[in-house]
């Protein structure tokens, strides 16, 4: 039995839902919040969430999670074997993990984090800050689009899975992308998250953090 541990409201931890719902596989979802508690750190040495436990299995970082379970269901494999490919469906993951997630889940958290989990206003000029590096990875991921509808090999990788769960939060938060600028990056946002498993995945969420 596959459990994941951690709240959904995380980008690391929707992105190891959506690679489990791509594959079909049954798991339970157990929301849970970071914590340095020793129980918590035997399965999460950082304390971070996402982590995952498999029967008698534990492992933590989405990345890693990912990597497992592509490796042992081999179902809608979302990292590529070819070198230059997987060595691109990782740069990507990374880009979306640190760069993209510094700008636009930074805002996320600033707009609902900090009210819920600091007890204090959104700081409105960090998000000024962040909004105004908008244009750095719009013009990026505009180039690295150019001709084509997925970001590594015309297939979904775990590239755009990491992306999809950042940009979530992007349109979560009620931000567009301005199709004139960036026509490849708005055609390619539009199919990803008009994709059957991830439409319904966030549906669920936004469920799931009315309870909350
Ligand atoms: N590289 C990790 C990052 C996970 C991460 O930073 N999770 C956040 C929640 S979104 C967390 O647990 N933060 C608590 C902390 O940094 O102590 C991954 O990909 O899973």
Known sequence: MITLYGFSVSLYVRKVRLVLELKNLAYQHIMVPPSQDPEVLLKSPLGKIPY????????????VIVHYLDKKYAQNPVI????????RAMWFDEYSDTKVSEI???????????PKFLGREPDEAIIKSKEM????????LEE???????LVNECLTLADLSLASNFA????????IDATQWPNLAKYTENLMNLDFIKKLIEQEKMEMESF
């Open 52 to 63: 995952l436990t498999d029967n008698n299995f534990s492992i933590s970082d989405s990345s």
């Open 80 to 87: 590529p074997q070819e070198p230059h490919s997987l060595a």
């Open 104 to 114: 636009i889940s930074g805002i996320f958290f600033e707009r609902f984090g900090a």
């Open 133 to 140: 590096q908008f244009p750095v990875i719009f013009n990026y």
């Open 144 to 150: 690295q689009l150019e001709g084509k509808k997925f």
């Open 169 to 176: 939060n992007f349109f979560n938060l009620g931000y567009e």
